[in-house]
């Protein structure tokens, strides 16, 4: 099966900026939907963001008009584009992909490390 390995995160400043990658053990062409994730302790993971194959996006109310997602097919690649920062961003983030395109997002891969974002106020 695909393997996904999140990267990217780090220490940010509140209104600073991160890119997360997503990098892909195989092709993710064939992928119906890819999505991020992040979870803070004690909380359920959280849907954060998502892309179809066909390029359509869905962000959670949170993160709307400050986070962008994108792939890469060519890299085998997932972006997550974080900007104007804030503590509340503070989190893993991970990463995972749906083959069924049903209606609601359905992670299907094993959860990988994801990776900490950390944001100062």
């Known amino acids: 099966q695909v393997r996904l390995v999140e990267s990217g995160g780090g220490l940010a400043q509140a209104g600073g900026s991160l890119r997360l990658s997503c990098a892909a053990s195989g092709s993710i062409s064939s992928i119906a939907a890819m999505g991020w994730y992040r979870q803070t302790p004690g909380k359920q993971r959280e849907l954060v963001a998502t892309i179809t194959r066909a390029g359509s996006t869905n962000f959670a109310d949170s993160v709307k008009g400050r986070f962008t997602i994108s792939r890469d097919n060519a890299k085998n690649t997932l972006y997550l584009e974080m900007n104007s920062l804030k503590p509340d961003d503070t989190a893993v983030y991970y990463c995972?992909?749906?083959?069924?395109?049903?209606?609601?997002?359905?992670?299907?891969?094993?959860w990988g490390q994801g990776t900490q974002v950390t944001v100062s106020s």
């Open positions: 995972n992909a749906d083959y069924r395109m049903v209606a609601t997002f359905l992670p299907t891969l094993p």
